[in-house]
């Protein structure tokens, strides 16, 4: 049950932070960039948004759900990040804010993926 309040926490915390960003003044827009015509905080916003609901189901629902919005957020974070380090000086609030997601996503992986480490792979005797 902790893993689970532990995932939602994280998740909201994320999808906070991300709406932040996404609500910024048109002088920070810097930190969302577009996406064809969509930004992409909406994307991180619907991927936080996945991970969270994931703790609303169980077995491989939760797993699905939990995944595809991870993944869409990992990607977009640490594509940011590399795009903010690659862009010199004007892009420094995209590489804090991608830096910051990135890390958010990290560890919201390892709280999701710890009791499948735990458990052995062949049963012992």
């Known amino acids: 049950m902790n893993r689970i309040l532990l995932i939602g926490a994280l998740a909201i915390a994320g999808f906070l932070a991300t709406l932040s960003w996404a609500v910024a003044p048109l002088g920070e827009a810097v930190v969302c960039p577009s996406l064809g015509p969509v930004s992409a905080c909406a994307f991180a916003l619907g991927g936080y948004a996945g991970m969270f609901s994931s703790t609303l189901f169980t077995g491989w629902r939760a ?3 939990f995944l595809s919005g991870w993944i869409i957020t990992l990607s977009l974070s ?12 004007p892009a420094i609030a995209l590489l804090l804010a991608s830096l910051l997601s990135t890390i958010t996503v990290v560890a919201l992986g390892l709280v999701w993926v710890r009791p499948y480490l735990c458990q052995p792979v062949w049963g012992r005797r």
Request: glycine letters at 26%; zero cysteines.
């Open 63 to 65: 797993s699905a759900v």
């Open 78 to 89: 640490v594509s940011g990040a590399l795009a903010g380090a690659l862009g010199g000086t």
